[in-house]
């Protein structure tokens, strides 16, 4: 089955400043990666997410890269804000047997 | 993206009772998830529940405990059966809406086993 690793567990950052978190997956059959955000004590929410036939999505600040050769996948943030603090998980799916990351919790700093 | 809602927000049980936790979606969807997110955790898939067929449970979960019912394509329960201690966690349905395997999720239902 599929085994999603995620890095970092942990990121802190200064306002202001880009935060990258990096996935890998294993089974070459995913084709559907999504990003959640998961505040405290709350819902995840879906943020972004980016097919196998992209390589790059892009929405406002955030932005998703993928390479299937690799089998790893990126969540990049810039211009980070106080509430983007949260913890983000990644995923990977393929016939919807979906499997999360770990997750990162993201510190942003005043 | 869909509207889904769950009862019982939270709980407090004792140990060897059950807990039905129902998930309510305001449209039509093909498949519901059941997930389980131990605190500081990630979340676990624990069964896919389709309408008009049996649950299909991951690798370290059964039916005997935790039986799922999914009358409709709005509406799926999943019991936690005898409960213990280590089944305090969130649980949490998620449905697919918005295009080819987009999961949504419901608010989750916080229980605490005694």
């Known amino acids: 089955g599929e085994n999603v690793e995620q890095h970092p567990s942990t990121l802190s950052v200064q306002e202001g400043d880009s935060a990258v978190i990096k996935c890998t997956y294993s089974?070459?059959?995913?084709?559907?990666f999504p990003w959640y955000k998961q505040e405290l004590g709350k819902r995840p929410q879906l943020i972004i997410d980016?097919?196998?036939?992209?390589g790059e999505k892009k929405d406002q600040r955030i932005a998703v890269t993928l390479n299937k050769t690799a089998k790893h996948f990126s969540l990049h943030i810039t211009e980070t804000q106080p509430e983007d603090s949260a913890v983000y998980f990644c995923?990977?799916?393929?016939?919807?047997?979906?499997?999360f990351g770990a997750g990162t919790r993201l510190t942003v700093k005043p | 993206s869909a509207v889904i809602s769950q009862k019982p927000s939270r709980d407090i049980c004792q140990r060897g009772t059950s807990l039905t936790i129902q998930c309510q979606v305001d449209?039509?969807?093909?498949?519901m998830f059941w997930y389980r997110q131990q605190p500081g955790q990630s979340l676990t898939l624990i069964a896919t529940?389709?309408?008009?067929?049996?649950?299909?449970?991951e690798s370290g979960f059964v039916i005997d405990k935790f039986p799922i019912s999914r009358p409709n394509l709005t509406f799926s329960t999943l019991t936690v059966s005898n409960m213990s201690p280590e089944d305090s966690s969130i649980y949490l349905c998620?449905?697919?809406?918005?295009?080819?395997?987009?999961?949504?999720f419901g608010p989750g239902t916080r229980l605490l086993v005694l």
């Open positions: 449209s039509q969807v093909t498949m």
């Open positions: 529940a389709n309408q008009g067929s049996e649950a299909t449970y």
């Open positions: 089974d070459s059959a995913s084709n559907y």
């Open positions: 995923a990977a799916s393929g016939n919807n047997d979906m499997r």
């Open positions: 980016i097919r196998s036939n992209v």
């Open positions: 998620s449905v697919d809406r918005g295009g080819p395997e987009t999961q949504y």
